[in-house]
Nanobody, 123 residues
Framework: EVQLQASGGGLVQVGGSLRLSCTAS????????IGWFRQAPGKEREGVSC????????YYSNAVKGRFTMSRDNAKNMVYLQMDSPRVEDTAVYHC????????????????WGQGTQVTVSS
């Protein structure tokens, strides 16, 4: 059974740093496209970043490009989101999700969703 679980959220100050982790089970991380998504209260879900399957290329939304870094550890079956210089507008529940097709990640409809972790950025 494919499962994902995001963790590592919490309270962080503007300009600080935080690392989110996504634990994957039931599949290997390099066999799926994995994405990070977020949803803030009253706002629509948005894609944050994703990593392609075998070649591990990463992609970022304009909102986080240059500040967030996504990485993958296939040996541990883990994916990470390093959040540097967070802003108040980054406050949201962050989810990791997986799909075998990049298209489904891009249109925000991955097949497998994990439980989210709350990130709150204070000024």
């Amino acid at each position: 059974e494919v499962q994902l679980q995001a963790s590592g959220g919490g309270l962080v100050q503007v300009g600080g740093s935080l690392r989110l982790s996504c634990t994957a089970s039931g599949f290997t991380t390099d066999d799926f496209v994995i994405g990070w998504f977020r949803q803030a209260p009253g706002k629509e879900r948005e894609g944050v970043s994703c990593i392609s399957r075998s070649d591990g290329l990463t992609y970022y939304s304009n909102a986080v490009k240059g500040r967030f870094t996504m990485s993958r550890d296939n040996a541990k079956n883990m994916v990470y989101l390093q959040m540097d210089s967070p802003r108040v507008e980054d406050t949201a529940v962050y989810h990791c999700a997986a799909d075998q097709k990049m298209h489904n990640i891009v249109i925000l409809r991955p097949e497998y969703w994990g439980q989210g972790t709350q990130v709150t950025v204070s000024s």
